[in-house]
DNA sequence: GCTAATATCTATAGTCACTAGAGGAGCAAG
DNA sequence: CTTGCTCCTCTAGTGACTATAGATATTAGC
């Protein structure tokens, strides 16, 4: 088994130095043992824990899923419904946003098809910010 | 022309007292005129002009951006590429993140899409987050 | 007019997920 | 042994807010 320092990890999973430290000291990364000199000496298994962070960060899980999630590696005989209730739940989130986002272009395109004209007042684009027919301040 | 405090514009804009505030502060939002007491009091006109960047903020507008617009509505006779640019730069990248969130979208679909199975071990959703056939560590 | 409830004020600190910087010390090669 | 790199800790900054504390203002009821 290999072992290495910081940097080395951060190269082999793509998460920069200090962003490794953080997940660290907000404990989703287990403190690694240390050389003499205080030095952070990482394992193969680090790497698979940092990789499984990256990749659940990347899905856009948050710290306390994350931490979910591990609890339930730790412990693989659980049975797998909670992992999907989270899996889930983000899933929902994801659906709404790429909702709202779809709109949101949708008004965008809508005020870039702005035809000829010179100056800000027969701007379409300002026009529908300034006073658009209310998109219902249903707030967020 | 009415004047009202804070709490209502808060109410009219669905615009929390504090954000409002905290708009004022970094500048989004011009300083009001004061009470004798010391109480900000606003007008149609503040209205106006926060429901302008209530809009600006749900089409994803940072702060920088939303600035530059209110210097093109405060000077009407500009040319209005400016906002194009904004609006096309802005539009790219809800581009980008549509594209992110869709394959986010499939992948988790993927996962969930775990058959019968009663435990950890045998869960589809934990196999990817924990050895992935690696999607590219290229990262964001 | 007085009192109690509500609204508002300022200032500071906390959130999330990091990123950046200062200042110091370990370590490997020439 | 000195240069240069990596690493250490600690503090502070980011953006866009949210939360809290303690003080003051305004309003409604009596």
């Known amino acids: ?14 998460v920069k130095v200090p962003t ?8 989703l990364l287990p403190e ?7 030095r952070r000496v990482y394992t193969e298994d680090s790497l698979r824990r940092l ?22 590696l730790e412990d693989p005989s659980q049975p797998c419904e909670n992992a999907h209730s989270i899996a889930e739940h983000r899933l929902q989130e994801i659906e709404e946003k790429l909702t709202q986002l779809q709109e949101l272009k949708s008004r965008l395109l809508d005020m870039i098809s702005c035809g000829n ?3 800000i007042e027969s ?6 910010l300034d006073h658009d027919n209310e998109p219902t301040p249903s707030a967020k």
């Open 51 to 72: 990789n499984f962070i990256r990749r659940a960060r990347e899905l856009g899980f948050d710290g306390p899923a994350i931490r979910q999630l591990q609890d339930l």
């Open 20 to 27: 490794i430290r953080y997940y660290e000291s907000i404990g």
């Open 123 to 128: 701007c379409t684009i300002m026009e529908r």
């Open 1 to 14: 088994m290999n072992y290495f320092p910081i940097g080395e990890l951060s190269k082999l999973s793509q």
């Open 32 to 38: 690694p043992i240390r050389t003499s000199g205080n």
């Open 117 to 119: 004209h010179t100056n």
